[in-house]
């Protein structure tokens, strides 16, 4: 399967752990964006990366969330100091222009 | 911030029936996209409609854009019970400002019965 994958897909964790979700591109799509979705609601975009580079971040990304995307390829996103309200399904997506997105099946963190 | 609002936000149709989703958005846009999405899944995307088309289709979708109205709509034809899913729409990007990233609406909720 060659489409977008995303390790771990379900992440239980406890209020102030951290957490670190991983997320594989499609190879040789230069674009990556990280995207947050809470139940009955569509994704809201946290960050994105072409190639290494970190070029946008929105105002959803406290200083708790940060992303890297060392080499280019894969991105992880890590969340310091959980909280409750970080519940949610974080989706990454990749392109190899802007436009369409490919969308991978997400992790769902549950913060208890 | 969402861009815009599907309406309805629910809907539920026979097998056989037709489907109408409808998008509102508040910006001027290059693009819109509309976007699948199974329970608990990714999404997938379906159509790509550019701000100067009116129409466009792709088997049983047709995807609608009304420029002057910030408005777009997708029909699914002779719905299944496998299209059962939410829908969302997205635009983007926005190349006199963001990097490329999506803002999609809060969808609707498509459930085809058999």
């Known amino acids: 399967d060659t489409g977008v994958s995303q390790d771990p897909r379900h992440k239980i964790t406890k209020r102030g752990q951290n957490v670190t979700f991983r997320c594989d591109p499609i190879?040789?799509?230069?674009?990556l964006y990280w995207y947050r979705q809470t139940l009955g609601q569509g994704p809201e975009f946290l960050t994105y990366?072409?190639?290494?580079?970190?070029?946008?971040k929105s105002r959803l990304l406290s200083d708790r969330f940060s992303a890297e995307r060392p080499k280019g390829s894969f991105s992880t996103l890590e969340i310091q100091r959980t909280e409750q309200g970080d519940s949610a399904m974080y989706l990454c997506?990749?392109?190899?222009?802007?436009?369409?997105?490919?969308f991978g099946p997400g992790t769902r963190l549950l913060v208890l | 911030s969402q861009q815009g609002e599907e309406d309805p936000q629910a809907l539920s149709i026979q097998e056989g029936e037709n489907a109408t989703m409808n998008c509102s958005y508040k910006?001027?846009?290059?693009?819109l996209q509309w976007y699948r999405q199974n329970s608990g899944r990714g999404l997938v995307h379906l159509i790509l409609i550019r701000s100067n088309e009116r129409e466009k289709h792709s088997g049983r979708l047709r995807v609608t854009l009304d420029t002057s109205k910030k408005s777009s709509s997708l029909l699914i034809t002779a719905s299944r019970a496998a299209d059962t899913a939410s829908y969302f729409c997205a635009t983007g990007p926005n190349y006199g400002g963001s990097q490329g990233n999506l803002i999609f609406g809060k969808g609707t909720k498509l459930s085809v019965k058999p």
């Open positions: 190879s040789e799509h230069n674009r």
């Open positions: 997506a990749s392109s190899p222009r802007p436009e369409t997105q490919y």
């Open positions: 910006t001027s846009i290059n693009n």
């Open positions: 990366f072409q190639n290494e580079a970190q070029l946008e």
